[in-house]
C-alpha cells in the first residue's frame, strides 16, 4: 500500500483532521473484523448496517485512524483519531487515485513501466480478470482484485493493495448505473480497457440494454490515444465502442473471420474435450503462428473470456507462446464459478451460483446439456435478479430451453423464478422431470432423497439467491464449508 499521512489524507479528501497529522496507517479496510494492527477503518453508511457503529470494534482489532462522515467517541466520551469527510465512498475513491498517480509518477522517473488494465461487461468480468492476472503475473507484480471487488469500493481497496513495485494493476469494473464505469475509469486512469459484452444483467437499474452499452463504453472512452481497447466483435454493441474510442482497438472473435477485419484475436477449431473444457488455437494480430490452448475451464463460453484475456495480454506486450502456456494451466480462481465437484458416489456437482443473468444461465445450461450425454442431468435453477420489466418473460425463455435441451430434470427455487418453472410445465416436462421448491431447505431435502450415482447437477442464480450455498451443501455434504451459511 502507497503509505499516506493522517494530514496527507485530510487533504487528498478534503476532510477535518482530528488525530495526529503524521500518523500514517499501512492498510485499509471497511469491515471492521479485518482490521489489524496499524489500519485505517473506512466507516461507510449501509443499507443494512452503519458503519460508524463499528468503529471502536474496529480500534479494538488494532485500527489508528478512522475515515468517517461525523465524529466518533469511546464510551468515555474520548473522540478515535479520524479524518471526517463529507463522503467516505467518494474520500476513499479520491486516496485510491492520488495512489495510483504516485505510483506512475515513480515508477516513470525510475524508467519503470506501470499499466492499468479495466476490464467491463454483463458477465465474464471475474473469470477474464482471474486469466489476464494469471499471464501478468510472470511478467511482473501484478495486483488483481480479491473475488468480484469492482465497484465504488471495491476498485479502491484493490488500487490499497497496490505499491511502488507493482507492475501491472488490473481492475474490474462493475456498474448500476450510467456514470459508474466513467468514475471509475477516471480513479485509475487505465491505458488498456476490455469490454466484454452487453447483456441484460441490471436491465432495470439501468433503465434497458442500450443504457448499458452506453455505461459500458464509458471505458474505452476513457482510454488515452496511446491505449488499447479491447473489444469484442461477437456483440455488435460492443464493436460499435470502436467509434467511441481515440485508442486503438483490438477486437476479439471466436466466430469465422470476416473480410477486411484486422486486428482480430481469434480462436479457430474450437472444441469441447470429454471433461468439457474448450481447445482451440488462438491466433494473435502481426503473426501467422497458432498458439495451441487447451483450457481447464468448463464451458464453450469461456472463449470468449479466454479470448479477452489474451488479447489484453497481447497489448501488454506478452509474447502468444507464453500467453497459450498460461491460459492452458490456470483454473477458475474465484469461486462459484463452473466450480466442479466429484462426490465419492458418482454424482457430478457444478456450481456456478456465484451470479446470474439471461446469457449466462443459457451457456451454462448448454454446457450441462454437452456434458451431461449419457448421464441424468439436473438444472437446480433459482431467480434471476434485475431484470426489470423483462423478468418473466427471460425466466420464461429460460424454462423453454431447459426442456428443449433435453435436461432430465428441473427443481426451480424461490417464487421469484416460478415464471421458469411454468414455462418448463407448458413446454411439456412435468412429473417428477420438474419440480418447484419454496425454499431452499426443500430444495434440499428433495436432492438429497434423489440424486443417484451418475447424475450432473448443475446449480445457477442470482448471488442473493444464495444457491451457491446449497451447491456446497449438497458437492460435501458432510461437511460445512467455510462462509456458506443458508439464508
Known amino acids: 500500500m502507497i503509505a499516506f499521512t493522517a494530514a496527507e489524507i485530510a487533504e487528498i479528501t478534503h476532510g477535518r483532521l482530528a488525530a495526529d497529522p503524521g500518523l500514517t496507517p499501512g492498510s485499509v479496510v471497511t469491515d471492521s473484523r479485518e482490521a489489524t494492527a496499524g489500519s485505517l477503518y473506512v466507516a461507510k453508511p449501509g443499507e443494512a448496517a452503519d458503519g460508524h457503529d463499528f468503529v471502536a470494534a474496529a480500534f479494538e482489532r488494532g485500527a489508528v485512524l478512522a475515515l468517517v462522515q461525523r465524529d466518533v467517541a469511546d464510551a468515555a466520551g474520548h473522540a478515535f483519531p479520524a479524518v471526517v469527510v463529507e463522503d467516505s465512498v467518494l ?52 495486483v488483481a482484485p480479491q473475488g468480484s471487488y469492482n465497484g465504488e469500493v471495491g476498485v479502491p481497496l484493490t488500487v490499497f493493495k497496490a505499491g511502488f513495485d507493482t507492475r501491472y494493476l488490473v481492475i474490474e469494473m462493475g456498474a448500476t448505473g450510467v456514470g ?84 482480430v484475436v481469434r480462436a479457430e477449431g474450437v472444441e469441447l474435450n470429454a471433461a468439457g473444457n474448450p481447445e482451440f488455437d488462438l491466433i494473435l494480430p502481426g503473426g501467422s503462428a497458432r498458439h495451441h490452448v487447451s483450457a481447464k475451464l468448463i464451458g464453450e463460453h469461456h472463449v470468449g473470456n479466454l479470448l479477452a484475456a489474451a488479447g489484453a495480454a497481447h497489448a501488454a506486450g506478452i509474447s502468444g507462446e507464453q500467453i497459450a502456456a498460461s491460459l492452458s494451466t490456470q483454473t477458475a480462481a474465484s469461486r462459484w464459478r463452473m466450480e466442479r465437484t466429484e462426490r465419492p458416489d458418482g454424482v457430478t456437482i457444478i456450481n456456478d451460483a456465484y451470479n446470474a443473468n439471461p446469457e449466462s444461465m443459457r451457456a451454462a445450461l448448454r454446457t450441462l446439456a454437452d456434458l451431461g450425454r449419457g448421464r441424468r442431468t439436473w438444472a437446480v435453477l433459482g431467480a434471476m435478479l434485475e431484470l426489470g420489466e423483462d423478468s418473466i418473460r427471460e425466466h420464461t425463455a429460460v424454462g423453454t430451453q431447459v426442456v428443449r435441451l433435453n435436461i432430465s430434470r428441473l427443481l426451480v427455487i424461490g417464487r421469484e423464478a416460478r415464471a421458469l418453472y411454468v414455462s418448463a410445465v407448458n413446454e411439456g416436462s412435468w412429473g417428477d422431470e420438474c419440480l418447484f421448491a419454496e425454499t431452499i431447505d426443500e430444495a434440499y431435502a428433495i436432492l438429497r432423497s434423489e440424486l443417484a450415482p451418475g447424475d450432473l447437477v448443475l446449480f445457477k442464480s442470482s448471488n442473493s439467491i444464495g444457491l451457491r450455498h446449497l451447491g456446497d451443501r449438497i458437492a460435501l455434504p458432510e461437511t460445512t464449508t467455510e462462509g456458506s451459511p443458508l439464508p
Not at 127 to 136: E, N, S, Y
Open 91 to 142: 474520500a476513499m475513491g479520491a486516496l485510491a487515485a492520488e495512489a495510483v498517480r504516485r505510483i506512475r509518477a515513480r515508477r516513470a522517473a525510475a524508467g519503470q513501466a506501470f499499466t492499468v488494465i479495466g476490464i467491463t461487461g454483463s458477465a465474464g468480468k471475474t473469470t477474464t480478470k482471474d486469466l489476464l492476472a494469471g499471464i501478468l503475473a510472470g511478467h511482473g507484480e501484478t
Open 180 to 263: 459508474h464505469i466513467n468514475y471509475l475509469a477516471d480513479m485509475v486512469r487505465p491505458e488498456i480497457g476490455v469490454v466484454l459484452g452487453v447483456g441484460t444483467a441490471h436491465a432495470g437499474e439501468f433503465g434497458g440494454v442500450e443504457n448499458i452499452a452506453r455505461a459500458k463504453g464509458e471505458l474505452v472512452e476513457a482510454l488515452p490515444a496511446d491505449g488499447t481497447a479491447v473489444l469484442n466483435l461477437d456483440d455488435a454493441r460492443v464493436a460499435a465502442m470502436a467509434a467511441r474510442t481515440k485508442a486503438t482497438v483490438l477486437g476479439f472473435s471466436a466466430g469465422p473471420a470476416r473480410d477486411g477485419e484486422q486486428a
